[in-house]
């Protein structure tokens, strides 16, 4: 059998790359999982009856589940999220405070989509001053949030910020309220409400993790066709110099 030898910088490349491509393509794999089984819990928890702000606010793992409201909007504290687009428009999610009358509990409800186009202008929407019996459902982020803009305590309402986090809020305002958003279902209170449930699915990981392992597959036909290329050019050195000195 003809030996292999690759050298020891390809040797030294590959043992450096290989291991970070495979990592990176068992990642995606684990990724795509949590998302098939993060949408086969929001497809259930979606076809179930809501409960009341009470019940979601003892669960340890409220994310997705349908709830039902029964109060009104704070319409003095708006907050308009930035930086969400529709169908190549630009435009921003409106959220504000609503007292539950049944628990005494306020939550932030995520009322849908609004256009902006011209940002000289404010943001239009009307906010309904009756009492309101609404359904929504949880949304917990996947990751943790980054505020880019100003910090929102300071400023006037309504605030425009590119994250949202509830908590904050209440601490902000004084309130005991309800840690996560709240999504509108359709109803008297909406505007558009067409969310993505997670930003990228589970056949985009599978098709990030085929990528890696097939650079990882790459970088070692490679490594084996350079060691034996190698020797070869190493065989045909040896037999022209034994050539010339004969």
Known sequence: MKPFRP????TLVVLMLLPGL??????????????????????????????GVAQVSQLQDPAYRRVHLFGHFDTHHSLLLDNRMRDGQVGVELLQPFLDQASGQWLLVNRGWLPWPDRRNSVQFTTPEQTLSLDAWVYVAPGATFQLHADPEGGDWPRLLTAIDAAQLWSQ???????????????????RLDWPVVAMGPEKHLGYAVQW???ALALVLLYLY??????????HGSRHESTQHV
């Open 7 to 10: 050298g020891w910088v390809p």
């Open 173 to 191: 305002l004084g309130r005991e309220g309800f840690a996560h958003e709240l999504r509108l279902e359709p109803g008297p209170a909406s505007y």
């Open 22 to 51: 495979i990592a990176l393509g068992c990642w995606q794999l684990g990724r795509a999982e949590q998302k098939r089984a993060l949408l086969v819990s929001y497809a259930e928890r979606q076809a179930s009856e809501p409960l």
């Open 226 to 235: 350079f060691g034996w290329h190698n020797n070869k050019e190493k065989q």
């Open 213 to 215: 392992f097939a650079l």
